[in-house]
């Protein structure tokens, strides 16, 4: 036994005391510390330093936007709800001032002083504000050159006008301007019977400002008609002889208007607005896509490339050698029997959930899980969505009793359980159900930041993971897979051979068909919604290219062992519908200026 003097044992004991406290205190500044990060993390879950000025923004907008809207009466409802025609005049100066304005605020913000989740917000708000400036200018270039055709105009905006804050009205002096108005009408429409042809943008252009005045004055005359004894007595038949006139004058300008210099008539019947190569560039640009369409189209070419050396192994395995459309025609003849896709896409979303969990890539919310939505879609749909679609729901594409037979199997063949295997995941979870889920929860001020190349990229991104893990087994679920691979391939290189005005929507059709292996009557439904469905011109070509943006991502974050795969999953998921070089910035932490430009180049060419 070892015995220790008092004092040696008190100055032990002290020391103990000492040394306790000492790491208490170095224990608790790490629990503080990372208390802050958690608490730094939390808030930039949600929001940054220029969130407020967004959501600011944002609602001024619309707040503009909803009071120059006429109304669009509805008889059965208190709500009533606004019409999104063309901007008037007024409407449009005041989208200028109140854009300049919010320029000038962010111009007052201390950029350097400010996080990286700010600094994304801040040049994401600086290029949507440039961008709709950008639109607006055009707006009113178009505008001018269309107001000869409607000289009444500012007669039915400034009835509007007075209608906006109820100022009491003459009934026979209204229906003395309508009456004037309709006569200065029938001499335009006369004038415009002689002309031989309006260019396509101009002649859209002028149709939707007739459009907006029909709907413009008919709120006018339902705000005052019956609830005015004197109006009701004057103005209805006035009112509806203008009204008729109007839309009638709308008929003929659509008649008069030709094919773009761009688009020469073919036999497709497909009318569209080929956008030329300079407004190509420029919607780029402001997608953050550094990238020429030209590059675009080589870059399209090269993964093609790949998708028919894939395709080729595939068909070998089942027995076609190099023939991969008679593989493709088997894979086509497997369609399930009518009343069965229902059942088919509900066992295809559990392979694929079961697979993404087993291999743990991403959080999947139970209520997420539980709350997604089916529907069926209707034949009027599919004439231009051939196959299903997705978002808070999936809307099944599939034959109804009363299409024609021949429809009825181009629909099936089209829908087979090896095609739909590689999409359902597209529209489902993780692709577009979870992303409605989860932008809603996570930096939902962000919305306005949207960007297709976000939207179908990240859904594209699912199909372009699965097949490197291995989601497909077979060589016949590789060929499905594949099928929509060389499909977004095609996409980009049909849309932007289109919009530079080197094919014509007959020859997007026949590429589909023989290049891709589509359907006819699908091709065709594919290229009308593309050129006629009120897509923007980059909207095809955004699925490929934002699904090798995030590839080319997960390369430097996942590949080199920074993040896992679920780490990096959650962190996209989480950023919201935002331009990919802006998640970038903000998950890598690189450096920024308030005046960016897009400058990364995500795609290896030598490759």
């Given at each position: 036994m070892i015995y220790l003097r008092k004092d040696s044992v008190l100055n032990t004991y002290r020391f103990l005391i000492l040394a306790i406290a000492f790491f208490g205190t170095i224990a608790c500044c790490f629990a503080t510390a990372a208390a802050q990060t958690m608490a730094t993390a939390g808030m930039y879950e949600q929001a940054s330093e220029v969130s407020g000025t967004v959501v600011r923004y944002g609602q001024d907008i619309t707040a503009l936007q909803e009071?120059?809207?006429?109304?669009?009466?509805?008889?059965?409802?208190?709500?009533?709800?606004?019409?999104?025609?063309?901007?008037?005049?007024?409407?449009?100066?005041?989208?200028?001032?109140i854009n300049n304005d919010y320029l000038k605020q962010l111009d007052k913000i201390d950029f350097n002083s400010i996080s990286i989740y700010g600094k994304v917000d801040y040049i994401l708000l600086k290029k949507k504000i440039n961008f709709e400036l950008a639109a607006l200018q055009k707006e009113e270039q178009r505008y001018n050159s269309i107001k000869k055709y409607i000289p009444f105009a500012d007669d039915i905006y400034q009835l509007e006008k007075q209608r906006r804050r109820g100022i009491t009205m003459d009934g026979k002096q209204v229906a003395l301007q309508l009456t004037a108005i309709l006569k200065q009408l029938k001499e335009d429409t006369i004038a415009f019977a002689k002309l031989t042809a309006l260019d396509m943008p101009l002649a859209i252009t002028t149709q939707q400002a007739v459009s907006g005045l029909k709907s413009r004055l008919k709120n006018f005359y339902d705000f005052y008609d019956t609830y005015d004894p004197m109006f009701t007595w004057w103005v209805p038949t006035p009112y509806k002889g203008l009204d008729s006139a109007l839309t009638l004058y709308g008929k003929q300008i659509i008649k008069k208007a030709k094919f773009s210099t761009t688009q020469k008539p073919d036999s497709s019947g497909i009318k569209g607005v080929p956008i030329g190569r300079d407004d190509l560039i420029s919607q780029l640009n402001?997608?953050?896509?550094?990238?020429?369409?030209?590059e675009l189209i080589h870059l399209a070419n090269k993964e093609f490339a790949w998708c028919d050396k894939e395709m080729l192994k595939a068909s070998q395995e089942m027995g076609f050698g190099n023939d991969w459309k008679k593989a493709l025609e088997k894979v086509k003849n497997s369609y399930v029997d009518p009343?069965?896709?229902?059942?088919?896409?509900?066992?295809?979303?559990?392979?694929?959930?079961?697979?993404?969990?087993a291999k743990d890539l991403i959080t999947i919310p139970p209520l997420a899980e539980e709350t997604w939505g089916m529907v069926m879609m209707t034949p009027q749909r599919q004439l231009v969505?051939?196959?299903?679609?997705?978002?808070?729901?999936?809307?099944?594409?599939?034959?109804?009793?009363?299409?024609?037979?021949?429809?009825?199997?181009?629909?099936?063949?089209?829908?087979?359980?090896?095609?739909?295997?590689?999409?359902?995941?597209?529209?489902?979870?993780?692709?577009?159900?979870?992303?409605?889920f989860t932008n809603s929860r996570y930096k939902a001020y962000r919305q306005d930041f949207a960007t297709p190349f976000a939207i179908e990229g990240w859904s594209l991104?699912?199909?372009?993971?699965?097949?490197?893990?291995?989601?497909?087994?077979?060589?016949?679920?590789?060929?499905?897979?594949?099928?929509?691979?060389?499909?977004?391939?095609?996409?980009?290189?049909?849309?932007?051979?289109?919009?530079?005005?080197?094919?014509?929507?007959?020859?997007?059709?026949?590429?589909?068909?023989?290049?891709?292996?589509?359907?006819?009557?699908?091709?065709?439904g594919e290229v009308r919604r593309s050129f006629e469905g009120g897509y923007s011109p980059l909207y095809q070509v955004a699925y490929l290219i934002g699904g090798l943006q995030l590839m080319s991502l997960k390369k430097e974050l996942v590949d080199s062992g920074k993040m896992t795969?679920?780490?990096?999953?959650?962190?996209?998921?989480?950023?919201?519908?935002?331009?990919?070089?802006?998640?970038?910035?903000t998950l890598r932490g690189a450096p920024l200026n308030k005046d960016f430009n897009t400058n990364w180049k995500f795609y290896n060419f030598n490759q």
């Amino acid at each position: 036994m070892i015995y220790l003097r008092k004092d040696s044992v008190l100055n032990t004991y002290r020391f103990l005391i000492l040394a306790i406290a000492f790491f208490g205190t170095i224990a608790c500044c790490f629990a503080t510390a990372a208390a802050q990060t958690m608490a730094t993390a939390g808030m930039y879950e949600q929001a940054s330093e220029v969130s407020g000025t967004v959501v600011r923004y944002g609602q001024d907008i619309t707040a503009l936007q909803e009071y120059y809207w006429p109304y669009k009466l509805n008889l059965k409802e208190e709500e009533q709800y606004k019409d999104r025609v063309l901007n008037s005049p007024e409407q449009r100066k005041r989208l200028v001032e109140i854009n300049n304005d919010y320029l000038k605020q962010l111009d007052k913000i201390d950029f350097n002083s400010i996080s990286i989740y700010g600094k994304v917000d801040y040049i994401l708000l600086k290029k949507k504000i440039n961008f709709e400036l950008a639109a607006l200018q055009k707006e009113e270039q178009r505008y001018n050159s269309i107001k000869k055709y409607i000289p009444f105009a500012d007669d039915i905006y400034q009835l509007e006008k007075q209608r906006r804050r109820g100022i009491t009205m003459d009934g026979k002096q209204v229906a003395l301007q309508l009456t004037a108005i309709l006569k200065q009408l029938k001499e335009d429409t006369i004038a415009f019977a002689k002309l031989t042809a309006l260019d396509m943008p101009l002649a859209i252009t002028t149709q939707q400002a007739v459009s907006g005045l029909k709907s413009r004055l008919k709120n006018f005359y339902d705000f005052y008609d019956t609830y005015d004894p004197m109006f009701t007595w004057w103005v209805p038949t006035p009112y509806k002889g203008l009204d008729s006139a109007l839309t009638l004058y709308g008929k003929q300008i659509i008649k008069k208007a030709k094919f773009s210099t761009t688009q020469k008539p073919d036999s497709s019947g497909i009318k569209g607005v080929p956008i030329g190569r300079d407004d190509l560039i420029s919607q780029l640009n402001a997608e953050m896509i550094p990238y020429t369409p030209e590059e675009l189209i080589h870059l399209a070419n090269k993964e093609f490339a790949w998708c028919d050396k894939e395709m080729l192994k595939a068909s070998q395995e089942m027995g076609f050698g190099n023939d991969w459309k008679k593989a493709l025609e088997k894979v086509k003849n497997s369609y399930v029997d009518p009343g069965k896709q229902p059942e088919l896409i509900l066992k295809l979303y559990n392979d694929a959930i079961n697979f993404i969990k087993a291999k743990d890539l991403i959080t999947i919310p139970p209520l997420a899980e539980e709350t997604w939505g089916m529907v069926m879609m209707t034949p009027q749909r599919q004439l231009v969505n051939p196959f299903f679609t997705g978002g808070k729901e999936i809307s099944i594409s599939y034959p109804t009793s009363n299409m024609a037979e021949g429809d009825k199997l181009m629909s099936m063949r089209g829908n087979n359980p090896y095609f739909s295997r590689g999409t359902v995941q597209h529209e489902l979870i993780p692709g577009h159900n979870l992303q409605y889920f989860t932008n809603s929860r996570y930096k939902a001020y962000r919305q306005d930041f949207a960007t297709p190349f976000a939207i179908e990229g990240w859904s594209l991104y699912w199909e372009l993971l699965l097949y490197d893990q291995g989601f497909a087994k077979t060589p016949e679920e590789r060929i499905g897979m594949l099928f929509w691979r060389m499909h977004r391939c095609a996409r980009i290189i049909f849309s932007l051979n289109y919009h530079l005005g080197n094919w014509t929507p007959q020859q997007c059709i026949n590429f589909l068909v023989d290049r891709v292996g589509h359907e006819k009557a699908n091709a065709e439904g594919e290229v009308r919604r593309s050129f006629e469905g009120g897509y923007s011109p980059l909207y095809q070509v955004a699925y490929l290219i934002g699904g090798l943006q995030l590839m080319s991502l997960k390369k430097e974050l996942v590949d080199s062992g920074k993040m896992t795969y679920k780490q990096y999953n959650d962190a996209v998921i989480h950023e919201n519908l935002i331009p990919i070089e802006m998640v970038r910035a903000t998950l890598r932490g690189a450096p920024l200026n308030k005046d960016f430009n897009t400058n990364w180049k995500f795609y290896n060419f030598n490759q």
